[in-house]
């Protein structure tokens, strides 16, 4: 590969401008997983970077009530926020989503879930001795309280009740778009097309989910019409670092060992994955917040640096970073 002529630290912060980051997690958090940013701040360095809007995400509260409070205290700038239905929440919780759609600013996203879906939670775990053991074996207590509050979506059975109504809801708002959350490649199908037979048009397929399909299953998910998210997080230097990512217990405190599905290929296999589904299908975000790591609007560029760096053109990291997430919020058609 020869690498493309005319970079420059100007041309990354030249992108930024008019960009929208749908992934920043802004503090509060609980207190063993500081955010490196609090929402006001997050929200000023994006405007002073020349940034359009950032998406606010919340594993243990609604978002959206943070993007009221910053757009009415941050001026010349949007924030959105919405919903993740984690066990927090109860997992699949109509109640939530409706309370969600309705409170501050309003959701603009409803996620299925992050680190305390089933397929995730079954899998996260610690080393003992050398060997993994998944939490579930570890704590008996942890399987009753949490696993049979994780989402599980049915792949081979109709939507039970909770699901079908959370569906009805989101249909119902053309400017909400339906987040997989981290749930299984076939369980994102299912949601794919479980939207589709809803009349629900703007569904994200969740960088943790892309990052471990194949080709072949991203562009099945691009042709049903979904958008593909695309994260730097998942390859930086605090990755194989041991997070408490969600469970207050010290000693739920997981490794994110143990998933059965890792990722390949670092930044380099997100430029491939590109290349062979087309930017149009897809969306790139920091998912930047954690204090280990630089601010989301720093987490932006450098992912944006090292797209260019593998050949990702201008025009296409502008489709994914701005025309792609605007039309998800509403802000520009596609």
Not at 58 to 65: C, I, L, P, Q
Not at 175 to 188: F, P, Q
Not at 278 to 294: K, N, Q, R
Request: with cysteine.
């Amino acid at each position: 590969m020869i690498l493309p002529e005319g970079r420059s630290l100007e041309q990354s912060e030249a992108l930024l401008c008019g960009a929208i980051d749908i992934h920043v997690h802004a503090g509060p958090h609980i207190v063993s997983s500081p955010r490196r940013v609090d929402p006001f701040q997050a929200a000023i360095q994006a405007r002073d970077a020349g940034m359009r809007a950032i998406v606010f995400m919340d594993v243990f509260a609604m978002s959206n009530g943070a993007a009221w409070l910053v757009n009415r205290a941050v001026p010349d700038f949007m924030t959105f926020g919405g919903i993740i239905l984690n066990t927090v929440f109860g997992g699949m919780n109509p109640r939530a989503v409706k309370t969600a759609l309705h409170y501050g600013d309003g959701a603009r996203f409803v996620s299925f879930g992050a680190h305390s879906t089933y397929f995730q939670a079954s899998k996260e775990g610690r080393l003992v001795d050398g060997r993994f053991v998944p939490l579930s074996e570890l704590f008996p207590k942890f399987a009753e309280e949490e696993l049979t509050r994780a989402i599980r979506i049915p792949v081979d059975a109709p939507p039970p009740p909770a699901l079908r109504e959370i569906l009805e809801l989101i249909a119902a708002r053309p400017d909400v778009y339906l987040n997989t959350g981290h749930v299984s490649n076939d369980e994102a199908t299912r949601l794919i097309d479980l939207a589709a037979e809803h009349g629900i048009e703007k569904v994200l397929v969740a960088s943790s989910v892309t990052k471990n399909m194949s080709i072949a299953r991203q562009r099945d998910a691009a042709a049903k019409g979904a958008l593909l998210e695309h994260t730097l997080a998942a390859f930086t230097h605090t990755t194989p670092i041991p997070k408490t990512h969600y469970y207050v217990e010290r000693e739920y405190a997981a490794l994110d060992e143990g998933m059965d599905e890792a990722a390949q290929a670092g930044v380099r296999g997100v430029a491939e994955q590109i290349a062979a589904v087309g930017a149009e299908h897809c969306v790139i975000a920091s998912d930047f917040g954690v204090y280990t790591l630089p601010p989301p609007v720093e987490g932006l560029r450098a992912f944006i640096a090292c797209l260019l760096d593998l050949g990702i053109g201008e025009d296409d990291i502008r489709r994914m970073v701005s025309t792609n997430p605007g039309w998800l919020l509403g802000l520009n058609d596609r």
